[in-house]
């Protein structure tokens, strides 16, 4: 597929051919102000980035982590991600956790393969998802470079329920939380104290990105982790830490170096923010869980 059919003419209408359906949308933002791509439901044909993706060959590593009681998790993880992320390309699974007994065992399509690797446990569920950026950062330089292009870092306590594809990958990309999108800057839960190094002034920050879903080439994934993890260090040494752990981290490295593709909230949704008229297809969703009870040991 070298081509959409439908689509000849930059400028809608003039060379009266039938518009692409989607493609220009005017009720949302579908490029960031540098110029990246907002990923959005219609905005793309899939069919024209799968044959791109499969001409190279792509291998994408998923990224997951399931410590303590959070193993409960994976099975419909995987499962959802068996039927709708990927499908047909080169995809690794590595799982980290600390419970490698539950670990159940699934059955992948051809070409899919999942890993499991033993981590160590932090008492505080705050430390067991900021240090996914250090455990992240090793394994790009250990293992990842060598086996995969491409790097998705997911929460587990996730579903898939639609789509997710080859459309979401760029060098660096992130993902639009689903409950700021409507909302001003001043409104994000960016972390404000300038002793932070998640600090973002009030009157800076681009998006609120959430910090259960971003990706890209491993180089650059390095990058991100390596900077957040440091960021971290730098901050428990002053015995700070930032407000919403790594997100907060996560969120300062991208305003400083911003993601090359933004994915609109159709790619990470929660149902706690009820529906959108934005968002017809929620393609990644969080899982309602008792954080009291999940959390405890
Ligand atoms: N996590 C884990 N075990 C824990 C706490 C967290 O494996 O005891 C991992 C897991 O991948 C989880 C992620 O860290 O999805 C982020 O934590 P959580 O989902 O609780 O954060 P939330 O999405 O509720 O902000
Ligand atoms: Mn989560």
């Known amino acids: 597929i070298l081509s959409e059919p439908n689509h000849t003419c930059l400028v809608g209408g003039l060379c009266g051919e039938k518009k692409m359906a989607g493609v220009v949308r005017t009720d949302v ?3 960031t102000p540098w110029l990246a791509p907002i990923v ?5 044909n899939i069919d024209i980035l799968n044959a791109q993706f499969h001409k190279r060959d792509v291998r994408i590593g998923l990224t997951l982590f399931a410590l303590k009681k959070y193993t ?3 099975k419909n993880f995987i499962e959802t991600a068996e039927k709708y992320f990927m499908v047909g390309h080169k995809v690794h699974y590595y799982v980290f956790t600390d419970r490698p007994q539950d670990i159940p065992s699934l059955s992948l399509a051809e070409g899919r393969t999942l890993n499991v690797t033993e981590v160590t446990s932090y008492k505080r569920w705050q430390d067991v998802t900021m240090r996914r950026m250090q455990i992240i950062s090793e394994n790009c330089l250990q293992r990842f470079i060598y086996e995969v292009d491409y790097l998705v870092c997911a929460d587990v306590d996730m579903i898939f329920s639609d789509h997710v594809g080859v459309e979401i990958l760029s060098d660096v990309f992130a993902a639009i939380h689903p409950g700021f999108f409507q909302l001003p800057r001043q409104k994000f839960t960016h972390e ?8 973002i002034p009030k009157d800076e920050g681009d998006y609120y990105y959430t ?3 971003f990706g890209g080439t491993v180089e650059e994934i390095y990058k991100v982790a390596n900077f957040c ?3 971290m260090m730098a901050d428990k040494a002053k015995n700070i830490e930032a407000l919403w752990h790594d997100e907060s981290y996560l969120n300062r490295y991208f305003l400083y170096y911003k993601p090359t593709k933004v994915l609109s909230p159709e790619y990470v949704w929660n149902n706690y ?3 959108s008229v934005y968002v017809p297809s929620k393609r990644f969703v969080h899982v ?3 954080y009291v009870r999940i959390r405890s040991d």
């Open 288 to 290: 309602e869980k008792d």
């Open 72 to 74: 409960v998790f994976l």
């Open 192 to 199: 404000r104290r300038p002793e932070s190094q998640g600090f």
């Open 211 to 213: 910090g259960c879903y």
């Open 40 to 44: 959005w439901n219609g905005a793309f």
């Open 229 to 231: 993890h440091n960021a």
């Open 29 to 31: 933002m579908m490029v």
């Open 273 to 275: 923010y009820g529906s």
